[in-house]
């Protein structure tokens, strides 16, 4: 199969291509992922939905589950805040992000097929919760006075209020995505709870 009509066709792509042609993948992966469940894609649809060749699929991620775990790194990569940025940018960047329709289609997904794909469930926990835990402690900045370990406690802590009822909420379909100024709330209220200034 050829690449989508309109595609260069001579030589090695450009890294803006290469770009286009990644999120095209990673685009239509969780739009097939969404809709369908991870076991019923295949590698075979997955390319023709994003105009591209099986070979690019593989070249780029490797398997399914490549694939798969691009797409939740790709979240994190939206989370991820400007170097240096404060805890609350990141906090509230943190919501707007996993309360967004992608991403908790995503997460539906995980917990449907968690039994049946363990191997991508640990994926997901290591590119997903685990990760968005380590921003969040960067973003409290040095330990001292506190210990690394306690720094890591508050920040796991502040990861599971940031989601706690109001994602279980967005997981049932029985709330919305949150707007940009209703996440910056969300976010301050878990850390006042926590009694960490922004």
């Known amino acids: 199969m050829g690449e989508a009509a309109g ?23 969780l739009a097939l992922f969404a809709s369908r469940g991870y076991g019923a894609v295949t590698i075979d649809e997955l390319a023709l939905s994003a105009q591209v060749t099986k070979r690019t699929i593989y070249a780029y991620f490797g398997d399914k589950a490549g694939v798969f775990t691009a797409v939740i790194e790709r979240f994190r ?9 404060g805890v609350l940018e990141t906090a509230t960047r943190i919501v707007e992000v996993l309360f967004s329709d992608s991403a908790v289609a995503m997460h539906r997904l995980m917990i449907a097929e968690a039994q049946q794909f363990p191997e991508l469930a640990a994926s997901f926990y290591d590119s997903g919760p685990r990760s968005y835990v380590a921003l969040l402690g960067a973003s409290l900045g040095e330990p001292d006075p506190e ?23 967005r997981l049932l379909g029985l709330a919305g995505a949150p707007t ?15 009694g960490i200034g922004a």
């Open 7 to 29: 595609e260069r066709k001579r030589g090695r792509p450009t890294e803006a291509e290469r770009a286009l042609r990644h999120d095209r993948i990673l685009d239509e992966a």
């Open 77 to 85: 990569a939206q989370a991820g805040v400007v170097s240096g940025a």
């Open 180 to 194: 940009p100024e209703m996440s910056r709330i969300h976010a301050e209220r878990a850390l006042a709870l926590l």
């Open 147 to 169: 210990p690394p370990a306690e720094r890591d406690s508050l920040a796991e802590a502040l990861f599971g209020l940031l989601l706690g009822e109001p994602h279980r909420r």
